[in-house]
C-alpha cells in the first residue's frame, strides 16, 4: 500500500510563487504526476515525472511550473512560478506503482489579489 501526503498549499497573489511537496511512503515508485481539479471541471494533468527524470507539462503550465522529485526520500516536488487565478484548484500527487494508482488527498491552491 502506498500513502501520498500532499503539502504546500495556500492562498497566493497573481504573479507569486508556491512549491508543492508529496511525501510518498510504502513502497517504491515509478511515476509520479501532479493533477489538478478547478471547480467544476475535470482533473487534468499538470506535470509527471518517471523515476529516470523525463518530464512532461500541461501547456498550461509549461515554462512556469517545474517539477522535480528526490527518489532516495521518495518525495515529489513541484514549483509554481508567476501563478494566475486560472491555476487555482485542488492539486493532487498521483503515483504508478505497477498496475497500481494512488492519489493523494489534495491540496488547495487559490491564486487571488
Known amino acids: 500500500q502506498v500513502q501520498l501526503v500532499e503539502s504546500g498549499g495556500g492562498l497566493v497573489q497573481p504573479g507569486g510563487s508556491l512549491r508543492l511537496s508529496c511525501a510518498a511512503s510504502g513502497s517504491t515508485i515509478y511515476t509520479m504526476g501532479w493533477y489538478r481539479q478547478a471547480p467544476g471541471k475535470q482533473r487534468e494533468l499538470v506535470a509527471r515525472?518517471?523515476?529516470?527524470?523525463?518530464?512532461i507539462y500541461a501547456d498550461s503550465v509549461k515554462g512556469r511550473f517545474t517539477i522535480s522529485r528526490d527518489n532516495a526520500r521518495n518525495e515529489l516536488y513541484l514549483q509554481m512560478n508567476s501563478l494566475k487565478p486560472e491555476d487555482t484548484a485542488v492539486y493532487y500527487c498521483?503515483?504508478?506503482?505497477?498496475?497500481?494508482?494512488?492519489w493523494g488527498q489534495g491540496t488547495q491552491v487559490t491564486v487571488s489579489s
Open positions: 498521483k503515483a504508478i506503482h505497477g498496475v497500481a494508482t494512488y
Open positions: 515525472i518517471t523515476s529516470g527524470g523525463t518530464t
